[in-house]
């Protein structure tokens, strides 16, 4: 399997700013140190990608920086080339990850999972939807037909959901906090909303409920999961009480079901707030680890059938 990382395309904000950029460099060298060679740069997603889940209006406006006040406002990052090429590299991360999961079983974005943006705007430090360009990408090339989006960051995917709203090949289930942002939200194939200060236990029923559902009502050829490390109890904008343990028990049910299933799967790490960087970036590499030791065991297992067989 391999591991897409864009933190060294660098996207300036002013001092002070609320997002944690800095946990996106801290991940990849934790993961550099266990998994290093596994490591890629992905291309960015092209235009014809992009306008595959985007406006072509509004892939023009981000590109040439000629958003308005109001628009740029709401993505809540201040335009530049950078910020362009940024959020076209983070995109063209989980398209890469889909591919890496198709061929290996399974492909990594260390960013990515930005489902707050829509099909004609962003919101919520979201630009482009990684998710929706990867799966449309998916299926233009003809790779897959049907593809589950496995969407646990602790705020509703309504950018997801509103681009494939009336779109049967791609199922979008959403795993969140009800009283949490968006406060207006869509409709996904599935959601299921958690009250404030859910702990693992009930996350964890919640989601041991509603997953397999989602999985048997989509059939899918390929699923994206959106890992978000922002349903976690020291998160500035989560709103539930989950451990560390927890979310760990959270990935081994997602990679497990999947796996069991025998359904690809491409991971993103979405969002992730808590004072504590160390904090967020300890449960990114925790799904990170998770994946690697289910798809080195799967490798391993599959070179002792060869080496009995022969
Ligand atoms: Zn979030």
Known sequence: MLIYYTDHFVLPLPPGHRFPMRKYAALRERVAAVAGPLLREPPGATDDQLARA?????????????????????I?????????????????ATVAACRSALVHGCGINLGGGTHHAHRDFGEGFCVFNDAAVAARAMQSERRV????????????????????????????????????????KCHSDLDVELDDGADDHAYLAALCNALPRAVERSRPQLAIYLAGADPFVDDRLGRLALTKAGLAARDRFVLDTLRDAGVPMAI??????????????????ATV???????????????????RAA
């Open 268 to 285: 993103a790490m979405a969002g992730g707030y808590a004072d504590r960087i160390d904090d967020i970036v300890d449960i990114h590499f």
């Open 145 to 184: 037909e049907r593809v589950l989006i496995v969407d646990l960051d602790v705020h509703q995917g309504d950018g997801t959901a509103a681009i494939f709203a009336g779109d049967s090949t791609t199922f979008t289930f959403s795993l969140h906090c009800r009283n949490n942002f968006p406060f207006r």
């Open 76 to 92: 809540g990052f201040p335009w530049s080339p950078a910020m362009v090429e940024r959020s076209r590299r983070s995109a063209g």
């Open 289 to 307: 680890c998770c994946a690697l030791e289910r798809f080195r065991a799967m490798r391993k297992a599959v070179q002792t059938q060869a080496h």
């Open 54 to 74: 985007h406006d072509t209006a509004y892939i023009t406006a981000v590109s040439s920086g000629t958003l308005d006040t109001c628009a740029q406002r709401r």
